[in-house]
């Protein structure tokens, strides 16, 4: 893209400061921050709307491009005892993942301008150990064998300095009769001692020269690294046995000169030597901790999977900030930046002053679901299952996600494990107004719930924004202050702290208006001082890859992961209904129930007929209908309340639509949508104590369908129903 960028917060407060980071290829450009009210341009709906807001932002910038450098790593700062000289010994676990894919760094203090030492899985996927002479002469020394894919090995380079021998050895954790990846190779050389390199520690990557000669990381490791060390001699086979057997490095008193152990401070980006010498170091770019439970046994799960795409801060240079007024009014925002020939938008929230409201309502705007779907490439889907798929030529945001390599939660890595980390601090392309994603054609997440914002704008409904992060920081103090909390349109990803609020709220007396689908569903964390960043870990459930043995818990919380429902917080409990079914063709209308003319639930049906269908019509959302894309039912082995009220149900949909697989016990032909009863949409209605109340639209493509007809249509019609009604002062039924 000719120009684009990103926002060091989404969330900020009156008088609060937000900054920008732009790269633009052309010399200059201009930016100003605009209110955005509606970003779908599709002409059956209101169209593209978005406000200037008078700043001294505006104006013209000069442009200048940045580049996005992944992969992640650790990095410890050079230090007097890691330049060891006279003799020296390199050791650690390694699960490589992508042996050949080229040459990959493992442990180093190594550059191209004063050499140094590393241990590097070579060209052809072989290890091999690097040592550079004080007069600048460089021995290599590698094993002929090639490492096999996926499995461990217990890795080492040691230099004896008396004798001149440089050896490399590596030995499989399970080995086979004739297995030839049991190997070691030695080499002599005339150096005996090792040039002083004074290049930070690197573990998991390289030093590289840039083009403008700079030096840069690079050089990747896919896989898994544990137990790295360093001595300052050459260990015997026999020590070097003892550690492969699990003697503690620390054994080896003074001539130890770092341990890092990957288990300790696994939530920070820390990573911790054991040794006396405290030369610890900081993991770049979100590495991913592998354990089923690291808090049960620490020391059985001291691994860091490193990968050549992981992107936890783009870390580009500020461009231009701005200092919120105290009088801002809270809202969808973003800095609108423009070239000769391209735009973007980046966006963020401006919340109400901290401690207070200044409405009754409050959209709480789902930015963790925004972070998972980040720069998602869902988009090979068959034919029959998403004919509304855009097969054309990429867009230029998608373009710029595959040239750059940027991933969602719902993508692999390149060596083909699940991505479970995802960042704000990097360009977002789908969290776009106008973007479109491929798979509908349509708005999903960002640009679908200015669906909603605009629904409230033009009905004159005063409004606060507040987001995930906030609620996971602030708690019940965030909400208690008002009367109706609006979700967006798929709030699919919760942490405990922010499930707690929002319960504890509803008890209370709060209301909550669920305007989506497939909400509550997927445990979502946050380390702590991180909190741009997210975790998912999936191991069950409607998911697009699996989490591997040993990784089912969060590495910044310790809490297993997974789904809600796994761990007796069904969303059926919270909001009376849950996750039933996804489809990709087209949407349907809802039909009245019987419950819907109980005397609780009229408000809700007022002006709208006995036998009238809700949303059969033109959506903003795979085309027609208000019930689609993911849908909720009511369930009462599932937690569904009692005297919740199922009003209305969708029918009608296609075999496109299918029963979710954690509900698929067997596999069998009747889950589609034509056969399965339980592939639908329940409109639910129910009440908390206190006055509290919950309405479950249960569609993500019900905010799609608000602005047919100029905003009158059945949908519009009980949106404001009950919007007016939750708000109002007063107990909901007489």
Not at 409 to 436: A, E, F, K, Q, T
Not at 577 to 584: D, E, I, K, L
Request: hydrophobic share 35%; with cysteine; glycine share 10%.
């Amino acid at each position: 893209m000719e120009i684009v960028g990103y926002a060091d917060q989404l969330s900020v407060a009156p008088q609060d400061t937000v900054r920008f980071h732009v790269s633009c290829q052309r010399p200059s450009y201009r930016a100003d921050i605009v209110r955005l009210i509606h970003g779908d341009p599709n002409p059956r709906g209101p169209g593209f709307k978005e406000e200037l807001v008078q700043t001294t932002v505006s104006g013209e910038y000069p442009g200048r491009e940045q580049a996005l450098h992944t992969g992640s790593h650790v990095i410890v700062p050079d230090a007097p005892q890691l330049r060891v000289s006279e003799g020296l010994t390199l050791q650690a676990w390694i699960f490589p993942t992508t042996p050949h894919k080229g040459r990959q760094g493992i442990v180093s203090k190594w550059s191209e301008a004063d050499g140094g030492y590393a241990l590097v899985l070579d060209e052809g996927g072989v290890l091999a150990g690097w040592l550079t002479d004080a007069a600048g002469h460089i021995e290599q020394v590698r094993i002929a064998v090639p490492l096999r894919e996926a499995e461990w090995y217990f890795v080492a380079l040691s230099f004896d300095a008396q004798s001149g021998r440089i050896t490399v050895y590596q030995e499989p954790l399970r080995s086979w009769p004739q297995d030839q990846t049991r190997a070691s190779e030695t080499a002599s050389t005339e150096s005996r001692a090792i040039a002083a390199s004074r290049a930070d520690c690197l573990m998991a990557s390289l030093w590289q020269s840039g083009d403008d000669g700079q030096g840069r990381v690079g050089h990747h490791f896919n896989g898994k690294i544990e137990r790295p060390c360093v001595f300052r001699r050459a260990l015997s086979r026999e020590e070097l046995i003892s550690l492969q057997r699990g003697a503690s490095p620390l054994a080896f008193g003074d001539d130890l000169v770092a341990a890092w152990d990957f288990s300790l401070d696994m939530a920070s980006d820390k990573v911790t030597d054991t040794s006396p010498h405290g030369l610890h170091g900081r993991a770049v770019n979100m590495r991913s901790g592998s354990e089923t439970d690291f808090r049960a046994v620490p020391h059985e799960y001291g691994a860091i999977h490193f990968h050549d795409d992981d992107l936890e801060d783009a870390g580009w240079q500020v461009d231009f900030s701005w200092t919120l007024p105290a009088d801002c009014k809270s809202g969808v925002y973003a800095a609108r930046l423009r070239t000769g020939a391209g735009e973007d938008h980046i966006p963020f929230f401006v919340r109400p002053p901290r401690g207070r409201a200044t409405a009754d309502i409050a959209f709480l705007a789902p930015t963790n679901s925004y972070l998972a779907y980040a720069n998602e490439h869902l988009s090979e889907i068959s034919p029959d299952l998403a004919p509304n798929q855009n097969r054309g030529e990429p867009t230029p945001e998608d373009r710029y996600v595959a040239d750059n390599g940027l991933l969602s939660l719902y993508d692999h890595h390149s060596d083909g494990s699940g991505v479970c980390y995802s960042s704000r601090l990097r360009p977002i392309m789908n969290m776009r107004p106008r973007y479109h994603m491929r798979t509908l054609s349509c708005p999903h997440q960002f640009p679908a719930d200015l669906h909603l914002i605009d629904w409230l704008e033009a009905k004159g409904q005063a409004y606060d924004v507040i987001t995930d992060e906030n609620l996971h920081a602030e708690g019940l103090d965030l909400l208690a202050p008002y009367k109706v909390i609006l979700t967006g349109s798929h709030p699919e990803y919760w942490s405990g702290p922010m499930l707690d609020a929002l319960e504890t709220y509803l008890h209370n007396g709060g209301r909550l208006m669920y305007l989506g689908g497939n909400g509550f569903y997927w445990i979502t964390s946050s380390a702590p001082g991180r909190p741009h960043a997210v975790e998912v870990r999936r191991r069950v459930g409607t998911r697009s890859w699996q989490a591997k043995p040993g990784e089912y818990h969060h590495s910044t919380t310790g809490e297993p992961g997974g789904l809600w429902r796994d761990r007796g917080r069904t969303p059926q409990r919270l909001v009376g209904v849950g996750f039933t079914t996804q489809g990709f063709d087209n949407s349907a209308p809802y039909q009245r129930k019987p419950a819907s003319f109980d005397p609780r639930a009229a408000f809700i049906f007022e002006g709208i007929g006995a036998e009238e269908a809700i949303g059969a019509f033109d959506s903003l959302v795979l085309n027609y209908g208000a019930a689609g894309f993911e849908l909720d039912r009511a369930e009462r082995s599932l937690g569904t309340p009692a005297h919740a009220l199922v009003v209305a149900s969708s029918s009608g949909h296609s075999d496109a639509y299918q029963h979710v697989v954690e509900e698929v016990l067997l596999s069998d032909s009747r889950q589609g949508g034509t056969v399965n009863p339980k592939v639908r949409a329940d409109m639910v209605y129910f009440e908390y104590p206190r006055g509290g109340a919950v309405f479950s639209a249960s569609s993500i493509a019900w905010c799609g369908a608000l602005s047919h007809n100029q905003y009158d249509n059945t949908v519009s019609q009980i949106t404001d129903n009950v919007l007016r009604r939750f708000a109002a002062e007063g107990p909901l039924s007489e």
